[in-house]
């Protein structure tokens, strides 16, 4: 099992600091969002010593997350899509990470549910075929808020693709709000097709209210609605031990010590007995 700082969690930092968070709160990876990461290589940071790095604080990058909007499907948008794909799996190979989060958003959610599908299928399908000479796996995040947001959906287009480097993250949050998946499918599933678990906590959109996940995840484990031991013990009972990241995904934490933080983040694994 490895445990893994989650960048979201300490969204007000930069890509060096998060590894010294990291160590600091006794992790052993770090889950580097792409933004953080190309910010640092944009401003005089370079690979090479983000690398040395990494060694002096004895953290690896687990994950980079994500690509997003992996639905664009228009000529132009899909190109641009295939080569942000390309640019992240680069970087993935660098740190030595062996896997990258794509993600859906709403782009596809005015299609039927067939289009969107074959649209997806296409693309993670395309997408794979850009990492797997490199070596990098994809862990698909269903997302709440949109149409694409059951266990059902992801693992539907991982089997009609066949493509062994590609996986799901089980993200607890957005399994729950979601509504349409259930722990005992996760408990169900194969647990080759894990590549990470996203710890957190937090509720649906209330009726009438709009989506906001800086108002529905602004939570910590615990304070919302997502019944985590049922989850916890859910992806326990596949055998997977892998990696497990907790995701807080709150401005009010971060607007506290982000160290603090790390720290606290870091225990709520212990408390839900995840170890």
């Known amino acids: 099992m490895k445990l893994s ?3 979201v969690s300490v969204w007000y930092s930069n890509a060096v600091t998060q590894l010294r968070i990291a160590r600091d709160a006794d992790f052993s990876g770090l889950e580097l969002l792409p933004e953080h990461l190309f910010r640092y290589l944009d401003n005089g940071g370079s690979f ?3 690398r040395q790095l990494m060694a002096q604080y004895q953290i690896e990058i687990t994950c980079i997350n994500a690509l997003k909007r992996i639905g664009r499907h228009q000529p132009d948008e899909r190109a641009a899509m295939l080569q942000e794909a390309e640019k992240i799996c680069r970087a993935a190979v ?3 990470c062996p896997v990258v989060q794509i993600m859906a958003l709403t782009e596809l959610d005015h299609l039927s549910e067939s289009e969107r599908q074959r649209i997806l299928l296409e693309n993670i399908s395309a997408i794979a075929d850009i990492g797997k000479p490199m070596g990098i796996k994809f862990q698909i995040e269903v997302v709440a808020f949109t149409a694409f947001n059951s266990l059902s959906q992801a693992l539907e287009i991982i089997a009609q693709s066949g493509k062994d480097n ?3 993250v089980i993200d ?3 399994l729950h709000a979601g509504g349409n998946t259930q722990p005992a499918e996760v408990a169900a599933m194969d647990k080759q097709l894990i590549y990470g678990v996203h710890f957190c906590d937090g509720r649906a959109a209330k009726a009438g209210e709009a989506w906001d996940e800086w108002v529905q995840r602004n939570y910590a484990p615990g304070e919302g609605d997502v019944d985590i031991p049922r989850w916890v013990e859910a992806v326990k009972a596949t055998g997977y031990d892998g990696v497990w990241s907790p995701e807080w995904l709150s401005p009010r934490c971060w607007e506290q010590d982000l160290w603090d933080i790390g ?7 212990s408390r839900y007995s995840v170890e």
Do not use: P, T
């Not at 720290?263 to 694994?269: A, D, G, I, T, V």
């Open 263 to 269: 720290r606290q983040s870091r225990e709520s694994l």
């Open 5 to 7: 700082l989650h960048g």
């Open 172 to 174: 607890f949050w957005h």
């Open 48 to 50: 090479a010593a983000y």
């Open 166 to 168: 590609v996986g799901l």
């Open 94 to 96: 660098e740190l030595g």
